[in-house]
Nanobody, 121 residues
Framework: QVHLVESGGGLVQPGGSLRLSCAAS????????MDWYRQAPGKEREMVAR???????NYADSVKGRFTISRDNDKNTVYMQMNSLKPEDTAVYYC???????????????WGQGTQVTVSS
């Protein structure tokens, strides 16, 4: 069993910052790509940021220059620093990760339960 648990969401004023964390636990052999997605009310889930096992990153155009994704491989954790937050960043944020369990050759994608981020004055 593998679990992903997000934390760090909350209510913040426009222009403020938050740091999200997502820790993977359980039967973990290796982790490949780790992503952050978000879903706003009435909208489809969209990818926000991605980081590969080698540390390469890419971002949605809407968050470039404001959000930074990083990871700590020793802790099986991915982070996202969110600065200059806007009301349109309000959403439930989900992490996912492609994880291979020990002794297996296939990577499976796991999702966290989500954490609410609300940007409002």
């Amino acid at each position: 069993q593998v679990h992903l648990v997000e934390s760090g969401g909350g209510l913040v004023q426009p222009g403020g910052s938050l740091r999200l964390s997502c820790a993977a636990s359980g039967s973990i052999g290796s982790i490949n790509t780790m992503d952050w997605y978000r879903q706003a009310p009435g909208k489809e889930r969209e990818m926000v940021a991605r980081i590969t096992s080698g540390g390469s990153t890419n971002y949605a155009d809407s968050v470039k220059g404001r959000f930074t994704i990083s990871r700590d491989n020793d802790k099986n954790t991915v982070y996202m620093q969110m600065n200059s937050l806007k009301p349109e960043d309000t959403a439930v944020y989900y992490c996912n990760a492609d994880i291979r369990s020990p002794g297996e050759s296939t990577y499976y994608r796991y999702w966290g339960q989500g954490t609410q981020v609300t940007v409002s004055s």
